[in-house]
């Protein structure tokens, strides 16, 4: 029988941050609502809020692709 042993986070295991050391990201005031940031994150973490987007923190896996494509640097890790 061939033993090998795999590496997966829970991070991976269970789609969201689960723990990991990596914080969620959080969108700043700074946030003009171009919706570039939402239609950029692979795991459908961020929605519409209060006159902002905001991340989900449970399902965010802190991948930086929102951080990456928004124009005025809103989402930043907590």
């Not at 042993?5 to 969108?27: C, E, F, R, T, V």
């Not at 923190?57 to 991948?63: L, Q, Y």
Request: with cysteine; proline share 6%.
């Amino acid at each position: 029988m061939d033993n090998k042993l795999y590496n997966a986070s829970l991070k991976d295991i269970s789609g969201g941050n689960g723990g990991n050391a990596d914080m969620p990201y959080k969108i700043s005031n700074d946030c003009i609502s171009c919706g570039a940031c939402a239609a950029e994150c692979p795991v459908e973490a961020i929605s519409v809020g209060d006159g902002k987007y905001v991340i989900d923190p449970e399902r965010c896996i802190s991948c930086g692709a929102c951080a990456d494509i928004c124009p005025v640097d809103a989402p930043s890790q907590e």
